[in-house]
Nanobody, 121 residues
């Protein structure tokens, strides 16, 4: 079993910055893909940014140029640096990982519990 745990959410003023972390623990032989989603009240969960094992990245248009995703392979951790935050970035942010576990032939995906980000003056 693999458990991703997010941290770093909170309240920030418009134009401010936050850094989210997601550490995955458990039986992991390789982290194939790590991503950040967000869900605001009344909205569907959307993919914000992702990074692959080979460090290929993806960003949603709404965060391109403001958010940066990175990973530390040794720590099985992914980060989301969020700059120039806007009120519309307010949401619960979820980490999702796709991992290859030891002794298991197929990769599996796991979700974190989410962390609240609120952008407000």
């Amino acid at each position: 079993q693999v458990q991703p745990v997010e941290s770093g959410g909170g309240l920030v003023q418009p134009g401010g910055s936050l850094r989210l972390s997601c550490a995955a623990s458990g039986s992991i032989s390789r982290l194939n893909w790590m991503g950040w989603y967000r869900q605001a009240p009344g909205n569907e969960r959307e993919l914000v940014a992702s990074i692959t094992f080979s460090r290929l990245t993806y960003y949603a248009d709404s965060v391109q140029g403001r958010f940066t995703i990175s990973r530390d392979g040794a720590k099985n951790t992914v980060y989301l640096q969020m700059n120039s935050l806007k009120p519309e970035d307010t949401a619960v942010y979820y980490c999702k990982v796709i991992v290859q576990s030891m002794g298991v032939p197929d990769a599996s995906s796991y979700w974190g519990q989410g962390t609240q980000v609120t952008v407000s003056s």
